[in-house]
């Protein structure tokens, strides 16, 4: 097999940010697991054409995961994005822990960030979003070009991980199905302008995950959240971590929700008892783990177990 040149460019680095020296406090850290990693082609081929049509838009909404706001974010977008325009949407708070969501705020408004929290589902929370990202451009531009005329036409960029709900934002603010709108990681992968109304245009683009899963327990997380796809993981990984934590936080929600009944915190005697309770069982009273598997992780992620975050702000 042939060599390959020696002489070849070097990319260059991303600086190191705060972020990937910051402990994250975790919940639970009962679980050692291999890192897990997703990169598939055409995030390399989105991560380009984005490079490619900053230049076209006004602002960028980096949209994440109120459940885990910064685990969510993509420290390669956020260096490729540099010092454009941008307001950082934290999305799903309907299925966020306040107490938790609170915590955040305070920890971006000492970052001095441009950010917002909002439900995507709610009209309200959009038009919330479409003016201060206006605001945040209009205050740029008059600090530095305050003879510039206003462009007819206002454009956003949507950027973030898959499943952080950019379609549904999209689709939502264009009052039709303008961008595809799938339950499965990476299923958008081509941009995409949507004409919202005569006054605002938006670019929708592939989820992007990081090049780099910092640790082992961030990446049970973007599984629980299904910014990984299953398919990519072994579902016992993120079902045993949901039930280590709220078998330590809430395991009165346990019991209530699946009605079962159980004094023991192993996971997998709750996991055998909600089996039961559900009837995922094979022939000769087997139990179907692929199928509880599946429900507890739809449970998780349509809030039927409660409001969970992953997470606390770095201190």
Avoid at 15 to 41: C, M, R, S, V
Avoid at 102 to 116: A, D, R, S, T, Y
Avoid at 224 to 231: G, R, W
Avoid at 264 to 289: M, P, T, W
């Amino acid at each position: 097999m042939a060599k390959r040149s020696s002489n070849r460019s070097k990319a260059k680095p991303r600086p190191k940010t705060e972020e990937d020296e910051n402990e994250y406090q975790l919940t639970d850290d009962t679980i050692a697991l291999k890192k897990i990693h997703w990169f598939p082609g055409h995030m390399k081929k989105a991560l380009d054409k984005i490079k490619a049509t900053l230049k076209m838009v006004d602002i960028v909404l980096e949209v994440r995961d109120a459940r885990s706001p910064l685990v969510t974010g993509n420290r390669d977008v956020d260096y490729l994005v540099g010092n454009k325009n941008r307001l950082i949407v934290m999305n799903k708070t309907n299925l966020a822990n306040p107490d938790s969501v609170k915590l955040w705020e305070k920890w971006f408004e000492k970052e001095g960030k441009p950010f917002i929290f909002i439900n995507g589902l709610d009209k309200k929370s959009l038009t919330r979003v479409v003016e201060l990202s206006k605001k945040i451009v209009l205050e740029k531009r008059d600090q530095s070009n305050p003879e510039a005329k206003a462009k007819k036409k206002f454009k956003m960029m949507v950027i973030g991980l898959p499943n952080t709900g950019k379609s549904t934002i999209i689709n939502k603010l264009a009052n039709r199905d303008a961008s595809k709108v799938a339950n499965k990681p990476g299923q958008t992968q081509n941009q995409l302008w949507v004409n919202v109304n005569e006054d605002l245009e938006i670019l929708d683009n592939p989820g992007v995950m990081p090049h780099r899963i910092v640790k082992e327990e961030h990446g049970i997380w973007l599984s629980a959240l299904h910014a990984i796809p299953d398919t990519v993981v072994d579902l016992e990984r993120p079902v045993i971590y949901i039930l280590e934590y709220m078998l330590k936080e809430d395991p009165d929600k346990l019991r209530s929700y699946y009605n079962i009944e159980f004094d023991s915190n192993y996971f997998l005697d709750v996991l055998n008892l909600i089996a039961q309770s559900r009837g995922c069982l094979r022939h000769k009273g087997e139990y179907d783990y692929e199928r509880v598997y599946r429900l507890i992780l739809a449970d998780f992620r349509n809030g039927s177990l409660g409001l969970i975050s992953f997470g606390l702000p770095p201190q």
